[in-house]
């Protein structure tokens, strides 16, 4: 199933692009995701794993400030994913990938540097 390409859409100081590619649709995260911003992100994303697809690849190299909200959205993220969908986090750098590392949160998900590797996995 393809399901159209979801325009941008901003609050405060994230914004969040939905592409779909076939099966495979990716959130890419741009901005602050911290307590005002990050129930956006995860809309977005609740949203996307509703249609099942096969891969959902959230993109936060945009991301410049990724707070403990942000980070249990992914979470949450993983959590409904779990069994039908294969969840992917690009990060990268002390904005993003340094949250995710120090937390342990590389060990539940599966975290890649580019979008590219994401989707090759």
């Given amino acids: 199933m393809t399901v159209p390409e979801v325009p941008e859409s901003t609050i405060a100081n994230v914004t969040v692009n939905v592409e779909w590619r076939g099966q495979v649709v990716v959130l890419a995260v741009g901005g602050e995701v911290d307590l005002l911003t990050a129930p956006q ?23 410049t400030f990724l707070a403990s909200a942000g980070l249990a959205a992914l979470m949450k993220a993983h959590e409904k994913a779990a069994t039908t969908t294969q969840l992917r986090v690009v990060a990268r750098g002390s904005a993003t990938l340094r949250p995710i590392e120090v937390t342990g949160l590389d060990k539940p998900l599966a975290v890649f540097t580019t979008r590219d590797d994401a989707l090759r996995a």
């Fill in 41 to 63: 992100m995860e809309r977005a994303v609740f949203k996307a794993l509703d249609e099942r697809p096969a891969v959902l690849v959230i993109d936060l190299l945009g991301v």
